[in-house]
């Protein structure tokens, strides 16, 4: 497949900080590519770049050929960008929203009527269409902001966790709106924290973290890159605190790596069988109550533990 | 130009859905003006005017014809329902009536006053010329300002004529029209003086009846003045509002979007001041109308009106735009704006007319929209058309401009829009 964006050594400092340390990738047109990376690692710096927000310190990046540093109004012609924070006037309602952003883009009255009744029945909203902003729910605001982001049919969609705060319900929608414009033939850049997301949606997936790009690879190549680990997942209480049995479990024989947040222990091991005894052992010796216990297929959550140390909701 | 007016009418709708926006731009101008209408007596029934018979008066310690005009032109039927003079001898029992609240003031014409203008026979020069004096009730600021503002215009009026004169004499003399010789001159004189004598038009451009400060009192209404006070101190207000909406985007993520639009930083900022700039117009029309309907106020000739309301409101923007560099949260910028209208409405004269404060700051208001837009509005309520606004239009013009390109500038220094 041809790569629609082509992603060349991305350099954003501010100051002396480095947010984006030369992250360099592709995304194939037709694909849903996913950056995966916990809060901080350098993902909407890296779309904000890409989308023209930000100027890159250094380094560069084409949509469409069209590099973003030089020719940065052709990029802009070529994508849509769904902003991980709500972009929209309250006061407006969601078709007012929508007729707004799409004349921004330049749609004609004759095509964008037609385009605000298919983005309102694709998130749902066509019912409420007539309403202000500022009376929906956090979901409906979500898809709306999404809805703008794709009206004038972008060939490649920046969404920056779009599911960011939002219910099960709403989040379960737009996780099936992404894959029905993939299917249309909409490329999507996607970033998130949640693993899950990003092993539901994506054909491949780069791991960020401090700004570098660590890992990329479909998931299947990705998990092999840990072999054959197993991830022994216990949880406790929220008046319980386990930190105390990392240094006892790190010490076991085979444990590559010990992760402990949100009152879960997140244990890399080859295999999780052989050390489940010692582990319990070991919590009830500290007086911890297990609440439940999981040994779970290497995934991208294993993936990043090893490759990092740390769980992705650091 | 299609996106900026995009933007410009999207603010323009939001600034109409946001109730506190609606409540300072209209509702709060509107009361205070009523409120302001209801103390000044404006409501307390009789003919259009807010101000019945002022009390006033006239010493007339001149023997000359300009003082008896002046007591005349107090005396005319046309100011008769405007003003109560009585004829006072002694100055200081018209001050004491003054400082005792009688009267609204005391007009006191000196000795000597016409003879200081009009050389007597014979002589070519008067000498010092001999102020008329206002004796002013601060306790009817409003009352004492028309007064004061009838004899401004009386003694405009007067120095036009004399300045006139001299120059036509001196002018006759160079080409030879007059004799140089002083006796043959005082001959040509005298026959010059009758003939003006005895020419009706040349007397209705000189006489008093007929100046315009007449026709002004007449028609003058207290409301025409509160009623714009109010408008453009809340324009104010209006164009700071609009001026923080910009730093709104940013919060609220929308400046984001529209920056990775294919939409030029240039259109973005010129939608934004069409915003504000709809929005005040919107809010100074909607307020003529409505007090021209419920008020029953006249505003004055309409195409002055509108290019006044045009005016006024740029004038007023560019302190909005110039107000949205200098802040940085929107908070900031409600502060500041909260500040810059009560100062521009004090300064401005929304509160107090201008003709009762010091010259230092009447010299000062010149830097606010304020001070213009009632200076043009009152001449429209008094009667003035659109060929009366030039130096108004002018200043309000040259104010906007110079405060856009002030603005341009700091924006370019100002981290709001760089990447």
Redesign the interface.
């Known amino acids: 497949m041809q790569a629609l964006l082509e992603v060349d050594n991305l350099v954003k400092k501010f100051g002396d900080f480095a947010a984006v340390k030369g992250v360099s990738f592709f995304v194939a047109e037709g694909e849903i590519f996913s950056l995966l990376g916990p809060n901080g690692a350098g993902k909407t710096t890296t779309i904000?770049m890409l989308?023209?927000?930000?100027?890159s310190t250094s380094g560069d990046a084409t949509v469409g050929g069209h590099s973003v540093t030089r020719e940065p109004?052709a990029v802009?012609?070529l994508?849509g960008?769904v902003?991980q924070?709500?972009?929209?006037?309250?006061?407006?309602t969601a078709r007012?929203n929508l007729n707004?952003?799409g004349?921004?883009?330049?749609l004609t009255s004759a095509i964008l009527k037609t385009r605000i009744a298919e983005v309102l029945d694709l998130i749902g909203l066509s019912d409420r269409a007539n309403q202000?902003v500022k009376t929906y729910s956090g979901g409906m605001k979500r898809r709306v902001n999404i809805g703008?982001g794709l009206l004038h049919r972008p060939r490649l969609l920046f969404m920056d966790e779009p599911t960011v705060g939002i219910d099960p319900q709403s989040r379960r929608a737009i996780l099936d709106s992404v894959k029905e414009l993939n299917r249309a033939g909409m490329t999507v850049l996607y970033t998130t924290h949640y693993m899950e997301e990003a092993q539901e949606l994506s054909d491949r997936v780069g791991i960020i973290d401090h700004g570098e790009l660590i890992a990329i690879g479909t998931q299947a190549e990705l998990t092999q890159q840990i072999g054959q680990m197993d991830s022994l997942v216990l949880s406790f209480g929220e008046d319980q605190d386990a930190a105390g049995c990392i240094g006892p479990i790190q010490a076991l024989p085979g444990v590559q790596c010990v992760d402990y947040t949100d009152h879960k222990l997140n244990i890399l091991t080859p295999s999780a069988e052989s050390i489940l005894g010692e582990v319990v052992a070991c919590a009830n010796a500290s007086g911890l109550k297990i609440r439940t216990l999981e040994i779970e297929e290497p995934n991208l959550e294993a993936v990043f533990l090893s490759l990092t140390g740390r769980a992705l909701r650091d | 130009m299609r996106k900026i007016f995009l933007i410009g009418f999207k603010d323009l709708r939001l600034a109409f859905r946001d109730p506190t926006a609606l409540v300072l731009m209209l509702l709060a101008p509107f009361l205070l003006t009523l409120g302001m209408g209801f103390v000044t007596g404006a409501f307390g029934g009789g003919g259009g005017s807010g101000l019945q018979e002022m009390p006033v008066l006239v010493v007339n310690q001149d023997e000359g014809e300009l003082g008896q005009a002046l007591v005349e032109l107090f005396q005319a039927p046309e100011v008769a329902e405007l003003l109560e003079p009585s004829l006072l001898d002694d100055p200081d029992a018209a001050r004491r009536q003054v400082d005792d609240d009688q009267t609204t003031a005391a007009v006191i014409i000196p000795p000597g006053f016409t003879a200081s203008i009009i050389p007597a026979a014979g002589q070519t020069s008067t000498g010092e010329i001999r102020q008329i004096e206002v004796y002013a009730n601060p306790a009817r600021p409003t009352g004492a300002g028309i007064i004061q503002t009838i004899v401004e215009e009386f003694a405009g009026r007067v120095e036009i004529g004399r300045i006139g004169g001299e120059v036509a004499i001196a002018q006759m003399l160079e080409s030879g029209l007059l004799p140089a010789d002083p006796q043959a001159l005082a001959a040509a004189g005298e026959e010059l003086g009758k003939q003006i004598a005895g020419d009706e038009a040349s007397l209705s451009t000189i006489g008093i009846r007929k100046t315009s400060a007449v026709n002004e009192a007449t028609q003058f209404n207290i409301m025409a003045y509160m009623a714009p006070g109010m408008a453009l101190m809340f324009l104010m207000l209006t164009v700071a509002y609009g001026g923080r909406t910009l730093l709104t985007e940013r919060t609220q993520g929308t400046l984001p979007r529209l920056l990775v639009s294919p939409t030029k930083v240039p259109q973005i900022l010129a939608g934004k001041v069409l915003g504000i700039y709809l929005t005040g117009v919107a809010q100074i029309t909607i307020l003529v109308v409505a007090s021209s309907l419920l008020f029953g106020l006249k505003w004055g000739d309409p195409l002055g009106l509108a290019a006044l309301i045009l005016a006024v409101v740029f004038g007023a923007t560019g302190w909005g735009v110039l107000l949205t560099t200098v802040v940085r949260t929107p908070g900031q910028a409600a502060n500041l704006g909260t500040a810059l209208m009560l100062i521009f409405g004090i300064l401005g004269g929304s509160f107090i007319s201008l003709n009762n404060l010091p010259e230092a700051i009447q010299f000062a208001s010149k830097i606010t929209p304020n001070a213009w837009g009632l200076d043009g509005f009152t001449t429209l309520a008094l009667g003035g058309g659109l060929g009366d606004l030039g130096g108004t239009m002018m200043g309000l013009l040259v104010m906007g401009a110079a405060l856009f390109g002030i603005a341009v500038l700091t924006f370019n220094r100002r981290a709001i829009l760089q990447k």
């Open positions: 904000s989308s023209t927000l930000y100027e109004m802009r012609k994508i960008v902003p924070d709500l972009a929209l006037y309250d006061d407006l007012e707004f952003w004349q921004m883009y330049g202000r703008v």
